[in-house]
């Protein structure tokens, strides 16, 4: 499995180091840190999942040496290591731009967002395809502004006050529990992500 990650690392380096310039770019612009690690973590993620979403590929990866398990699972600490590295990025990309530390609090809060977003993009992509979670995505930006313009109002509001109340929250509890959480849905979403992938490719 070893292998499959380096692969993916080599693989994305130079997207990598363009998503880091970006990211560097908003941070000077004065934009969010945490919105704008979570869409560059996203970003890459995907990059890493849809290199190797074709046929071709998927029947070379089959061919080799790899277990089904190390595939999927190759995958999903790809994206950790990625967004952990754009986390820290973020932090001190933060302290060296505008002479603030960050919060601890923050780094961990764009992993632990990103890795309960991937926990259903993951499966969805396994099951149709990346090209779909555009559609889907599209579909999802709809039903969002809908909700805003129509049903709650304050919907912005209400996420930016529940970030920073869960950000300056001081309960050790909470953020167990939080991390826990996160860290079983997403080994569910490897394990849902692993079936799916076993079921395509027998």
Request: proline letters at 1%; hydrophobic letters at 55%.
């Amino acid at each position: 499995m070893l292998n499959l990650i380096r692969k993916d690392i080599i693989l994305l380096k130079k997207t990598m180091l363009v998503l880091l310039a970006i990211l560097c770019v908003y941070l000077l612009l004065d934009f969010s840190s945490i919105w704008v690690g979570i869409l560059c973590s996203i970003v890459i993620s995907m990059s890493a999942f849809t290199l190797d979403e074709k046929t071709s590929i998927h029947l070379l990866l089959n061919s080799l040496p790899y277990t089904r398990k190390e595939i999927v699972s190759s995958k999903y600490v790809v994206a950790v290591f990625f967004t952990i590295l754009i986390a820290v990025t973020t932090y001190i990309g933060t302290v060296i731009i505008h002479g603030e530390m960050l919060a601890w609090k923050e780094p961990l809060f764009i992993v632990a967002v990103v890795m309960a977003i991937l926990s259903f993009v993951f499966p969805f992509c396994y099951k149709f395809k990346s090209h779909y979670l555009m559609m889907a995505g599209i579909g999802l930006v709809a039903l969002y502004l809908l909700t805003v313009t129509f049903v709650i109002q304050d919907l912005n509001d209400r996420i930016r006050w529940f970030v920073k109340l869960l950000l300056n929250s001081n309960s050790t509890a909470e953020y167990i529990i939080i991390g826990v959480s996160v860290i079983l849905l997403y080994i569910g979403s490897g394990v849902v992500s692993l079936r799916i992938y076993k079921q395509k490719w027998l």
